[in-house]
């Protein structure tokens, strides 16, 4: 097998692995943010330091591309909650604008 073809092999498995950790970083983060609204402060402390544990961990374990797509995904997902949701009204006076 010529090397060209494991090296392209080997820059698709750095692909994956930042998409993944981005994706688990968005999952991760929305679910935390999620729970953390609606919890006890004991749940609440529990979430928090599960979240930087896992976070500290990657950054220690992960290489460097992929803690940083992990903090990426959940940046994402912390800015998500602050976007204003459109209220029912909206989308209906939108669908019935694209009509």
Do not use: C, H
């Not at 692995?17 to 953390?36: E, H, N, S, T, Y």
């Not at 402060?41 to 544990?53: C, E, N, R, S």
């Not at 950054?59 to 992990?70: E, K, L, S, V």
Request: charged share 20%; hydrophobic share 55%; proline share 4%.
């Amino acid at each position: 097998m010529p090397p060209i073809i494991g090296e392209l092999f080997g820059l698709f498995g750095f692909l994956v692995r930042v998409l993944g950790f981005l994706l688990f970083g968005f999952a991760i983060g929305k679910f935390v943010l999620d729970q953390f609204k609606s919890a006890g402060w004991q749940t609440q402390v529990a979430l928090a330091l599960g979240f930087f544990a896992l976070a500290a961990s990657f950054t220690r374990y992960a290489t460097p591309g992929a803690a940083g797509a992990f903090a990426l995904g959940a940046a994402a997902a912390f800015l998500m909650t602050f976007t204003p949701k459109k209220s029912e009204e909206e989308d209906k006076e939108e669908k019935g604008k694209k009509k």
